[in-house]
């Protein structure tokens, strides 16, 4: 499994599980943002410390999450950003559209 989720009363943690987010898996991690924002849970932490690398579909999938997060009135928390996937979000100035945690506890704080 490329992504792992864990629900707790007001937020899921998604833990991706793969070193490369592209496109090869891209369209699980949406189908996961969908199924939560389904279940009526509007705050996400995405745990990706596993993760080394991301592409412009990884991105896409992690903003559409974003989406549907801001649209349920609820809030994307990323944390364990790897230095090169870091530098993408940095470059694509997506930094000042998501919130970014260093930890797990931090996220939790922020949510």
Partial sequence: MNFT???????????SNVEKL??????ELKAEFV?????????VILD??????CDSSGLSAVLIGNRLCKDS????VINGLQANVEKLI???????VFIISADLEAAKNLI
């Fill in 35 to 43: 199924l939560i924002n389904q279940s009526s849970i509007n705050n």
């Fill in 73 to 76: 009135s609820g809030k994307l």
């Fill in 48 to 53: 990706l410390s596993h993760t080394k690398y």
């Fill in 22 to 27: 592209d496109s090869s898996n891209s369209a």
């Fill in 90 to 96: 940095n470059i694509s100035q997506l930094d000042k």
């Fill in 5 to 15: 989720k864990t629900d707790f009363n007001t937020y899921s943690v998604i833990t």
